[in-house]
């Protein structure tokens, strides 16, 4: 994979997502945020997402939670997600987007794209619950499938898992910016937590399932697996 040394994570087909080397992770750049929001307004939200209640995890829960959070975080939204409030991912006009909107208060076209009801959780990691287009077969399940490819050969190299974590990306969005930061804080207290720590991505990429449906299981059934 190109630019491994670099950690990119492209997981998206048309939404690449630039992940930072591990030396610009939490890194304040002196040029400030470009959305318009001032240090005090910028350290809100930053306490704001601060991973709570990070436990040890097994390695096909990290990875299902890493693959279905950065699923989440490629999406297009403008809004503060909120911990615990049900959002809905569509897979419409070639892109992801995240919406506060349900499926049923949508048009016919945005209802076929409908992917799952997403939640955030106190650990800045994000659940899907799936729709019957993501577990069936059709474009929302393609779509998945090459979001899987790509997330599975970002995997594909020597670096450790925490080293391809997306700390810090300037070319996000900010609110996708702030949670993938806090994301990438959760997944690596988990697996400090659970003796993880240092372990190869490639080595991760082994505990993978074949598909990547099988990654949006409920979390304790992910735990089950290793």
């Known amino acids: 994979m190109p630019a491994q040394a670099a950690g990119i994570l492209a997981v998206a087909m048309n939404n690449p997502i630039l992940i930072s080397d591990r ?44 693959f279905t959070s950065m699923l989440v975080l490629s999406a297009q939204f403008k809004y503060k997600p909120a911990i615990g409030v049900d959002n809905y991912l569509y897979w419409v006009d070639d892109r992801w987007s995240l919406s506060l909107i349900a499926p049923y208060q949508w048009s016919d076209t945005r209802r076929s794209g409908f992917a799952g009801t997403c939640r955030l959780q106190a650990d800045m990691t994000w659940t899907i619950d799936p729709s019957e287009q993501l577990l069936g077969r059709g474009p929302v399940s393609d779509a998945v499938a090459r979001f899987f490819d790509a997330f599975a050969e970002t995997l594909d190299t020597d670096l450790t898992l925490e080293d391809i974590l997306p700390f810090y990306v300037r070319r996000m969005p900010y609110w996708q910016r702030l949670h993938a930061s806090g994301l990438s804080r959760s997944i690596r207290g988990a697996v400090t937590l659970g003796g993880q720590a240092s372990i190869k991505a490639r080595d991760w990429q082994l505990a993978l399932p074949a598909a990547g449906k099988a990654l949006f299981l409920a979390p304790a059934r992910a735990m089950s697996s290793v």
């Open 23 to 66: 030396q610009s992770a939490l890194a304040v750049t002196p040029d400030g945020n470009p959305d318009g929001k001032g240090a005090n307004g910028f350290m809100l939200d930053w306490y704001r997402t601060e991973p709570r209640g990070v436990v040890a995890k097994s390695q096909r829960q990290v990875l299902a939670e890493f």
